[in-house]
């Protein structure tokens, strides 16, 4: 059974950071793995965030979040965070992480197969 548990979430002043980590655990990891994060704010759609293929590099970002956010993921620990910097009040959402098996990198939430309860992220002004 595939879980996936978000932490680190919490409120944050505008300008601030804030590290958010998934662990996963029932999975097989490989290549053909993706790992991402979405938001959802009130009373808005669900929206990616950010995706990175298990072990490697060159992750995808939303635009309203490159230069800002970073994910990665620490292989060792079956991790994947997503450090946020720079955090905005339109920032301001549940985050979630999610699973996609396959090929390609899954920029929308029905390219995902498994998914986290998610974790508040409030930015204040």
């Known amino acids: 059974q595939v879980q996936l548990v978000e932490s680190g979430g919490g409120l944050v002043q505008a300008g601030g950071s804030l590290r958010l980590s998934c662990v996963a655990s029932?999975?097989?990891?490989?290549?053909?793995?993706?790992l991402g994060w979405f938001r959802q704010a009130p009373e808005k759609e669900r929206e990616f965030v950010a995706a990175?293929?298990?072990?490697?590099?060159?992750?995808d970002y939303a635009n309203s979040v490159k230069g800002r956010f970073t994910v990665s993921t620490d292989d060792a620990k079956n991790t994947v965070y997503l450090q946020m910097n720079s955090l905005k009040p339109e920032d301001t959402a549940d985050y979630f992480c999610a699973v996609r098996l396959g090929y390609g990198m899954g920029l929308v939430d029905l390219d995902y197969d498994y998914w986290g309860q998610g974790t508040q992220v409030t930015v204040s002004s």
């Open positions: 990175i293929r298990w072990s490697a590099m060159r992750p």
């Open positions: 029932g999975l097989t990891f490989s290549r053909y793995v993706v």
